[in-house]
């Protein structure tokens, strides 16, 4: 059974940062491109950040560029989204998502974990 | 970075009937050299995470009842719920991944 757990949310100050993860198992990890979105209470969602399999090309939505970092380690199963520079419009629950394997064979965010709620706030 | 604009943001519908929820994309989301439209819907209830209905603009996804369908091409696309069922409630997102990934701003699905 495929299993995404997200952990690392908290309430933060402007300005300050943190560090989520997700814990990836019941698939081949290291063979899937990974995504994050997030949700702003009561908004919509909104992709933040994707990187492929080795983590060599790593996107990001343009609101996040310069503060945010993806990461994974493919031999913990593990995915990561460092966030600095954290402002009020950065509060949501962020959701770790599994993304492709092979481009063009399917796609599609197919996974999802449960969440895991960051809160920027003084 | 391309936009993805749904339509109406909100619809009531009666028990069995139809809904129709609507997508377009900024620019065209075909892509020429496999001819797939790099489109997904997701559907996303009360305290849940999205969960992937429709890849391909119109492939569901295994499980995925066949009263949920996705047509359309290019920069225009339709999720249509032929018979609307109670467990239907929900918001639903269309998403393109033709160029990193963007999500329309949702539509949510009430009974009448």
């Known amino acids: 059974e495929v299993q995404l757990v997200e952990s690392g949310g908290a309430l933060v100050q402007p300005g300050g940062s943190l560090r989520l993860s997700c814990a990836a198992s019941?698939?081949?990890?290291?063979?899937?491109?990974m995504s994050w979105v997030r949700q702003a209470p009561g908004k919509g969602l909104e992709w933040v950040a994707n990187?492929?399999?080795?983590?060599?090309?790593?996107y990001y939505v343009g609101s996040v560029k310069g503060r945010f970092t993806i990461s994974r380690d493919n031999a913990k199963n593990s995915l990561y989204l460092q966030m600095n520079s954290l402002r009020a419009e950065d509060t949501a629950v962020y959701y770790c998502?599994?993304?492709?394997?092979?481009?063009?064979?399917?796609?599609?965010?197919?996974?999802w974990g449960q969440g895991t709620l960051v809160t920027v706030s003084s | 970075d391309i936009v993805m604009t749904q339509s109406p943001d909100a619809l009531a519908v009666s028990l069995g009937e139809r809904a129709t929820i609507k997508c377009k994309s900024s620019?065209?989301?075909?892509?020429?050299?496999?001819?797939?439209?790099?489109l997904a819907w997701y559907q996303q209830k009360p305290g849940q995470p999205p969960k992937l209905l429709i890849s391909?603009?119109?492939t569901r996804e295994s499980g995925v009842p066949d009263r949920f369908s996705g047509s359309g091409s290019g920069t225009d696309f339709t999720l249509t719920i032929s018979s609307l069922q109670a467990e239907d409630v929900a918001v639903y997102y269309c998403?393109?991944?033709?160029?990193?990934?963007?999500f329309g701003q949702g539509t949510k699905v009430e009974i009448k």
């Open positions: 998502a599994r993304d492709f394997a092979v481009a063009g064979v399917k796609e599609g965010l197919d996974y």
């Open positions: 019941g698939f081949a990890f290291e063979n899937h491109w």
């Open positions: 990187l492929n399999q080795g983590g060599s090309d790593k």
């Open positions: 620019q065209s989301v075909l892509y020429s050299s496999n001819n797939k439209n790099y």
């Open positions: 391909w603009a119109s």
């Open positions: 998403q393109q991944y033709y160029r990193t990934r963007t």
